[in-house]
């Protein structure tokens, strides 16, 4: 093997390390679960209740990224790792009630051309949620892509008009229509168009299945298929979909779940716990 010059080789193990998320194994968190010595480049097949689970490289060792659900209950939990369950433990994590009024109503109780309208776009969206680039490694801190300040939080038991509805399943970032959306990381372009509840939306795959998702966009200014960097604008923030007022609504999802965004961000770039939060 040829010599490599000394600031390569001090760089070496900074390559092989992935920066990982917080191992935060709650309902709608991340249990970030390892599996062993990594000593070939083909990750190991994990699946979590028949979903393929995101394997990057960490230290030389495979570790699993496992999404739960916020309906996830706390207590024993499993992998399934090429074939053998891989033991886990999930923790209690509860989260505020929030209350909405949306002044459209229809986007509350959809009239019956809603409803149809809102059933052909499930598909779509959960393919785009679940899909999965096996050929790209994930670069996993994920910078917050808008200024603003955040205006609501991850996993809130939401009612929207005093209807219970599923809770929220990422973060919310106040903003004026107009304003630039940031990739937070690089990725491919796997979904963008218009939908019902989410309005204008794009979701982008990082790399072995780590998802993210802007909603409610004024426009969107990249294309299905796009790769992009991060820093480059995704489109503008708007009030397109069920909203009271001009936002952007931005998910991380693993293994077809949403997930707690800030557990992916720089320290200083997080939301504020519950309590010194106003809204
Ligand atoms: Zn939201």
Redesign the pocket.
């Known amino acids: 093997m040829r010599c490599l010059p000394t600031f390569l080789l001090l760089l070496l193990p900074l390559l092989a390390t992935a920066q990982l998320p917080d191992h935060s194994p709650t309902p709608g968190g991340v249990a970030v679960v390892p599996l062993g010595p990594a000593s070939s480049d083909t990750p190991p097949r994990a699946d979590y209740y028949g979903k393929r689970v995101s394997v990057v490289k960490n230290d030389g060792q495979w570790v699993a990224l496992v999404g739960i659900p916020l309906k996830g209950q706390a207590g024993p939990d499993k992998l399934i790792v090429d074939g053998r369950a891989h033991h886990f433990t999930v923790t209690h994590r509860d989260y505020p009630e929030q209350w909405l009024t949306i002044k459209n109503k229809r986007k509350v109780n959809p009239n019956p051309d809603d409803l149809k309208r809102i059933r052909q776009e499930i598909a779509p969206q959960r393919a785009a949620k679940r899909h999965f680039d096996e050929n790209t490694w994930p670069d996993l801190v994920m910078h917050k892509p808008v200024d603003g300040p955040y205006s609501?939080h991850f996993g809130l038991k939401r009612f929207f008009n005093e209807q219970p509805r599923n809770p929220?399943?990422?973060?919310?970032i106040a903003a004026a229509t107009g304003t630039p959306i940031k990739a937070p990381a690089p990725g491919l372009v796997v979904e963008a168009g218009d939908f019902f509840f989410n309005g204008n939306s794009v979701f982008i795959d990082h790399g072995q299945g780590v998802i993210s998702f802007y909603c409610h966009l004024n426009d969107i200014h990249v294309k299905k298929g796009q790769r992009v960097e991060r820093g480059d604008t995704l489109g503008e923030v708007g009030a397109t979909g069920r909203v009271t007022g001009p936002?952007l609504?931005w998910s991380v999802g693993l293994n077809g779940t949403w997930v707690d965004p800030s557990l992916f961000m720089p320290d200083d770039q997080r939301p504020e716990p519950y309590s010194t939060q106003t809204e």
Not at 168 to 172: A, F, I, N, T
């Open positions: 609501s929220h399943g990422g973060l919310d936002h609504h």
